[in-house]
Nanobody, 123 residues
Framework: QVQLVESGGGLVQPGGSLRLACAASGSIVNINKMGWYRQAPGKERELVATITSGGATDYTGSVKERFTISRDNAKITVYLQMNSLKPEDTAVYYC?????????????????WGQGTLVTVSS
């Protein structure tokens, strides 16, 4: 199977920065799209940013120019650099990857979620 381990969340003041990381492991053959989602209290989970295997990126409008998604294919890790953080960025951030993996001897396409990491922006 495939496991994701997230790190980097925490408490930061408005205007500050944080860098999230999500490392994948397991019987991975190749990783397609990687992304970050977030869920604020009382709200639905929303897409934050994605990056394809070719490096093309996409962002939700509220984070453009402030957040940067990147990936290290050798480390099978995706990052989210968050700058100029605002209180409305407070949420649990989830990593999501679409991978081709070997499962019980069969190649399968899996969508895998991380456990979530809390980001709190507050003074």
């Amino acid at each position: 199977q495939v496991q994701l381990v997230e790190s980097g969340g925490g408490l930061v003041q408005p205007g500050g920065s944080l860098r999230l990381a999500c490392a994948a492991s397991g019987s991975i053959v190749n990783i397609n799209k990687m992304g970050w989602y977030r869920q604020a209290p009382g709200k639905e989970r929303e897409l934050v940013a994605t990056i394809t295997s070719g490096g093309a990126t996409d962002y939700t409008g509220s984070v453009k120019e402030r957040f940067t998604i990147s990936r290290d294919n050798a480390k099978i890790t995706v990052y989210l650099q968050m700058n100029s953080l605002k209180p409305e960025d407070t949420a649990v951030y989830y990593c999501n990857v679409n991978v081709k993996a070997l499962v019980r001897g069969v190649f399968r396409i899996l969508e895998v979620w991380g456990q979530g990491t809390l980001v709190t922006v507050s003074s």
